[in-house]
């Protein structure tokens, strides 16, 4: 039984004898060309692939020596001649009947290997092999929300993969799969511990163990990267003071940095969740959050490190609106940050809902690189249980158009520095990993890691496409079950969306796990946390009005996206209610009132629950069993949870409608 460890390295034999005999002639041998350990991990990567595809072993030689039908792997520093790569862009083709895989660095060597052993994953043909490709955003990150005490905050997977007490004389031999993971995909850069951090990862002791794992992931093209405790000087340096201002703080910061990077020479940097949900930051001296980003990037010197800083900032004001929060604080900080520093910020204003409009501070700060912070852990999309791709979702968000300099300025550009020419970039996904064998407790919450790896190398790749290849290396290829699976895949996240906060509803979940309806909750000890804060129902109708007649937060976007999402009348019904207030009885472009309009989601959203897994059942002839009953469990616990969703909030809703469930929905008396 497939226990889901291998993820989508499988590596299983071939069945079509043809097309297993034509692999085996294009693969008879691997000329790893050289000694480094990446280059020689890549070649045991093609090894342990192809060993297990082509059902023999591959022998590695010294050199080609005229032979053919081998593959062979070349560092070559003007591998750009042809193609415009990168430091990472690799091109793979065929050269005197051999498959060449070349890049400038030994990284990109290893990426073009994953790209040829895809191919086969994939059993796409390798005549004529011409594969290029190099990553249009350079820092590509999984930051894990990890605890020194092996829990995971908001993780569903288990508890931590770092162990932590055991580091660093005791290596888990899974550092080094979820390290072949991470390359497979092109993630460069992890964040080993939690945005709330403890200043404990920043003592000699666990130094250590940082630079343990570092050690690991380094042949994998991974560098490692850590968050920040603000006060650190104080709780483990003995100061008075956090001040970023004060002398002894900058030296104490500048000493511990030069410190890390003694143990860890080629240490990624720092990331900072500063003066937001009760951490310390810069703020409690009177500093702003450029002061405490320069001061850490100062310490940074002439270390190749970044500091990314974390835009996720809110007041607790119940009066005000925190679609606004950050922006208020930021944008008076653009052009103030120093050249190492990145600003992070998440892909919606609120906080990784289901759906959320595009962060108004994409196109807004244009002489600062801006990090785009995605969640693949689904801490407000159904935890383990439920099935949400979110490639659609990751998708919405880069696609989506700032306009900041004319039409085409997609979030994807502003992240990729092409919109405003910046040097640096960067994108990060919030881990879903965790103990389990599986790594994401959900088998499909493998392809939201996968897919954000693919993504991160290359935004222009559809969804479709990403869930077609990650079905093909992980569950089957047969062509039919693909399209299924695939095709089931890419209704997942709307599907979600339906039965918990259709129409632009958001943030009426559990309180404090996050998980299950709580529309109905009024009070919270933070007043901006409640649900009415958010979705604003009462008798006349429903949404947060933020228009010029509202909070008027609309207005932090180009005049453009103002009028794509201003006028109740013309605006895409999914976004309505992040926007509008609506009366109850108002008819929508699709020609209900919204009232039905909520109940006709809200109703077919939880059928298509069925629709799921009558489709999941129909693909169980071509999948592996365990693991399709593993799914078939959880789309059981999604559709009994989707009727609760929809019953709490239709229920709940219809207490300000007062009007009836409209009639193909109402239950037979
Ligand atoms: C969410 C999440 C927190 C997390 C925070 C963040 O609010 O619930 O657990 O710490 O985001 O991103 O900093």
Known sequence: ADDGYRLWLKYDVVADAALRKEYQRAAQ???????????????????????GMLGKAVPMVGEEKGRKGGIILRTDAAAAKNAPLGPEGYRVFTDKQNIVITGR????????SFALLRQLQTRQPLTNLALTSTPKIQHRLLNHWDNPNGTVERGYAGSSIWKWYELPEVIDPRYRDYARANASVGINGVVLNNVNASARYLTAEYLQKVAAVAGVLRPYGIRVYLSVFWAAPKTIGGLPTADPLDQKVRQWWTSKTDEIYRAIPDFGGFLVKANSEGEPGPQDYGRHHADGANMLAAALGQHDGLVMWRAFVYKADAKGDRFKAASQEFL????????KVLVQVKNGPIDFQAREPFHPLFGAMPRTPLV????????YLGFATHAVYLAPLIKECLDADTHAK????????????????HAVSGIAGVANIGADRNWTGHPLGQANWYAYGRLAWDHTLTSQAIAEEWTRQTLTTEPRAVATVAGLMQQTRSIYVRYTTPLGLHHIMGQSIHYGPEPWLAQSDRPDWTSVYYHRADSEGLGFDRTATGSNALKLYQPAVQQLWGNPQTIAPDYLLWFHHVPWSQPLSTGRTLWDELCTRYYTGADSVQWLQQQWASVRPQLDAA??????????????????????CVLYFQTWSRRPIPAPFTPPQ
């Open 29 to 51: 041998f691997i000329v790893a060309g050289g000694e480094s350990a990446t280059l020689k991990t890549a070649a045991e990567e093609l090894q342990q692939g192809l060993q």
């Open 332 to 339: 008076p900080l653009d052009g103030k940050f120093a050249p």
């Open 372 to 379: 785009l912070e995605v969640q693949l852990t689904q801490e």
């Open 627 to 648: 693991l399709h009953a593993d799914v078939a469990a959880r789309l059981q616990t999604q559709h009994k949870e989707a009727l609760w969703w929809r019953d709490a």
């Open 406 to 421: 004319g039409p085409a300025s997609t979030v994807a550009r502003v992240v990729d520095g092409s919109v405003d020419q």
């Open 105 to 112: 660095t030994d990284a990109a060597v290893l990426y073009g």
